[in-house]
């Protein structure tokens, strides 16, 4: 009966904290809905070109870096716990203040650049809540899960974003569907952003209902709060003696950034990149375009982009069930591999000339291995890896670095696209290679073994690389 009740509160915080990840995907994609209605009103209304249009849909993406970038500072100084409020706070605002940017200038919403300028302001609001929200909920669920499921359940949030990615996708096609252009140009796209207030507001107020990780309380010098909650979760035996593990890197750990030498901070930016550089945002961003470049119409290039959605969340399951009993890094290898293969099937139809099912199967393999390994795995090792006193600090950097490294693939697709589309998807077929030998090579294995064995481990390391120094 204990272990049952352990398992409900384990699952009821990490569903709490996988909101965070639903918000992220529910605010990236909800520009999909309003797109149109943006060009019109920039390129119609205003008289604004193509390049002013890009950066308003793109401008969430500039929130996101500043949002990892200020994490770490966030979630050492406040608490992971506080971390996730500001960001639901931040998502709450930016819906709000994104469906009625006039309300600030209390205006009617003629248009002027002043109310486009407020537009991509709460924009970019709402991006810092998804990069703060993207750092955080891995770490604080990989603080508060227990070493064997930790695996599984920050894979959770991977699954999280991409299921919020496909709730918005229906609501948005809720809100436009038997409506007139003119009233989605006028109403629709208005209640597209505000519909993110709902989940943004149930994620501020459940997360008054969770505890603060146990790792930061102890940190706190807040030890008898974290013994209860470790004890909630583990039972008491297994609970003293977590915490005393926890103490014990808390006493010895300097808090400096290099403390447990360049490695694991220059590993944890390599996977943050390379699960960008593989190009999975491209496939996600720009499927409709590109299956309607390959000669499928309009109407069948969306349901081809549903079924890869519905793809994405199959596999993201499966990388669930076995994050714990394969461990990371076979999952990341072989999804590399299945990427490699799907992106060099994509470049050789492309340099063939060849439009057809096989493009579409090629891209399904690509995503299925990805969303299998890289898409949850990634999270999951960047939660892990990080010795606890410069995890803030080194998440901050691997999610900017992440963000970065995404706002450089989707922009420079178009401009690869008009070069050589074979060589363009060659190139990304190249970086799942790189990515599989960087894998095998350099990340360690993290299953099963608890957070302060890990950090055992980078001090080994470093105290290895001062002697060979």
């Not at 799942?432 to 890990?454: D, H, N, R």
């Amino acid at each position: 009966m204990q272990q049952k009740q352990n398992s409900f509160y384990i699952i009821a915080i990490t569903f709490v904290a996988t909101l965070g990840g639903l918000l992220f995907g529910y605010d990236t994609a909800v520009i999909s809905g309003a797109e149109k209605s943006i060009e019109a009103y920039l390129i119609t209304e205003l008289g604004l070109g193509s390049l002013v249009h890009g950066a308003t849909i793109s401008s969430a993406l500039i929130g996101c870096i500043i949002g990892g970038i200020v994490s770490g500072f966030f979630s050492s100084k406040f608490g992971r716990k506080h971390s996730l409020i500001i960001a639901s706070i931040l998502f709450l605002l930016s819906a709000l203040g994104s469906a009625y940017p006039e309300f600030l200038f209390f205006t009617k919403g003629e248009p002027t650049i002043a109310l486009l300028i407020t537009f991509n302001f709460y924009r970019i609001i709402g991006g810092i809540g998804v990069g703060l929200a993207s750092a955080v909920v891995p770490v604080y669920i990989g603080e508060i899960a227990p070493a064997n499921i930790r695996g599984r359940l920050v894979s959770f949030n991977q699954f999280a974003i991409i299921f919020g990615m496909l709730v918005v996708y229906f609501v948005n096609w809720g809100i436009a569907n038997g409506q007139t252009l003119e009233w989605i140009n006028d109403i629709g796209w208005r209640l597209m952003f505000a519909s993110e207030a709902i989940p943004a507001l149930l994620f501020c107020l459940f997360l008054f209902f969770v505890p603060e990780t146990p790792r930061y309380l102890a940190l706190n010098e807040q030890d008898n709060k974290a013994l209860a909650i470790l004890t909630k979760i583990n039972g008491p035996k297994i609970a003293k003696n977590i915490l005393e593990e926890i103490k014990q890197t808390v006493t010895v750990s300097s808090g400096k950034l290099l403390s447990f030498g360049k490695t694991v901070i220059v590993i944890g930016i390599l996977l943050s990149v390379f699960q960008q550089f593989v190009g999975i945002n491209v496939a996600l961003y720009y499927a409709p375009r590109i299956f309607e470049s390959m000669g499928a119409a309009k109407d069948a290039s969306m349901l081809q982009t549903i079924v890869m959605g519905l793809v994405n969340v199959v596999f993201t399951v499966i990388a669930i069930l076995t994050v714990d009993k394969l461990g990371r890094k076979p999952l990341l290898i072989t999804g590399s591999i299945g990427m490699a293969i799907g992106m060099f099937g994509v470049a050789g139809m492309a340099f063939a000339n060849i439009i057809g099912i096989g493009t579409l199967i090629f891209i399904i393999i690509f995503t299925a291995s990805f969303m299998m390994s890289w898409g949850p795995i990634c999270w999951v090792l960047i939660s892990e890896i990080f010795p606890y006193k410069i995890r803030g600090q080194a998440v901050a950097i691997a999610v900017a670095a992440q963000w970065a490294a995404n706002y450089f693939i989707s922009s420079t697709y178009p401009m690869m696209m008009e070069f050589s589309g074979g060589l363009t998807y060659g190139f990304y077929g190249a970086m799942s290679v790189l990515s599989a030998l960087f894998v095998w090579k350099f990340v360690p294995e993290t299953k099963g073994k608890s957070l302060e064995e890990m950090e055992h481990i980078w001090k080994k390391t470093s105290s290895e690389q001062h002697q060979i120094i």
